[in-house]
């Protein structure tokens, strides 16, 4: 499996930016995938997972963090897990990571990180 981030850059306190994450090789009808985080001098953190079986989702969460401001979505045909983030703020500056795996907690493959940088 080989998850290939994207979508991050330069964007001012209270914009928007949607970030991908193409999936690609061996798939799996039941997964979880999770977007997590890490700030420079900072440890990694999450930020977002979505559960799914076949072409159906079975939940979203969030951390408290972007809860109301970020939305975590599946295109099942793209095999595409997409983190729309709005409401923008510097202390989401990081680079953003996903992973996947079979499971909660279980996460056997990251892709590479896409950083997002938030100006004030």
């Known amino acids: 499996v080989q998850l290939q981030a994207s979508g991050g850059g330069l964007v001012q306190a209270g914009g928007s930016l949607r970030l991908s994450c193409a999936s690609s090789g061996r798939t799996f009808s039941t997964a979880i995938m999770g977007w997590f985080r890490q700030a420079p001098a900072k440890e990694r953190e999450f930020v977002a997972r979505?559960?799914?079986?076949?072409?159906?989702?079975?939940?979203?969460y969030y951390a408290d963090s972007v809860k109301g401001r970020f939305t975590i979505s599946r295109d099942a045909a793209k095999n595409t897990v997409y983190l729309q983030m709005n409401s923008l703020k510097p202390e989401d500056t990081a680079v953003h990571y996903c992973?996947?795996?079979?499971?909660?907690?279980?996460?056997?493959?990251w892709g590479q990180g896409t950083l997002v940088t938030v100006s004030s």
């Open positions: 979505i559960s799914w079986s076949g072409g159906s989702v079975l939940y979203a």
């Open positions: 992973a996947q795996g079979p499971r909660f907690g279980v996460y056997d493959y």
